[in-house]
């Protein structure tokens, strides 16, 4: 069984910045490869960006140079740095994890960009 929990969401302006984090439970933690991903009003979720458990990254298209994620093993944390907001990164973000076969999920934080 593994828990996230997300936070650090809120309200910016346009071209402001937010760090986003993600906790995770259980001993694991340092196998895992998480995901951050987010869900737009009236759009298909998105994958925004992968970090594996050797730490290598991949984001998507539309936040390549703006956001960054990292990980915390010894606090079994994941952040994603979002940098230059723009009002289309409005959405709802999600840490994910598989492990096991399962998908887990966070309950999601908030981002509204918006001046």
């Known amino acids: 069984q593994v828990q996230l929990v997300e936070s650090g969401g809120g309200l910016v302006q346009p071209g402001g910045s937010l760090r986003l984090s993600c906790a995770a439970s259980?001993?694991?933690?340092?196998?895992?490869?998480m995901d951050w991903y987010r869900r737009a009003p009236e759009k298909e979720r998105e994958l925004v960006a992968i970090?594996?458990?050797?730490?290598?990254?991949k984001n998507a298209d539309s936040v390549k140079g703006r956001f960054t994620i990292s990980r915390d093993n010894a606090e079994n944390t994941v952040h994603l740095q979002m940098n230059s907001l723009k009002p289309e990164d409005t959405a709802d973000y999600f840490c994910?994890?598989?492990?096991?076969?399962?998908?887990?999920w966070g309950r999601g934080t908030q981002v509204t960009v918006s001046s």
């Open positions: 994910h994890t598989l492990w096991g076969g399962v998908d887990y």
């Open positions: 259980g001993t694991m933690f340092t196998i895992y490869a």
């Open positions: 970090i594996t458990s050797g730490g290598s990254t």
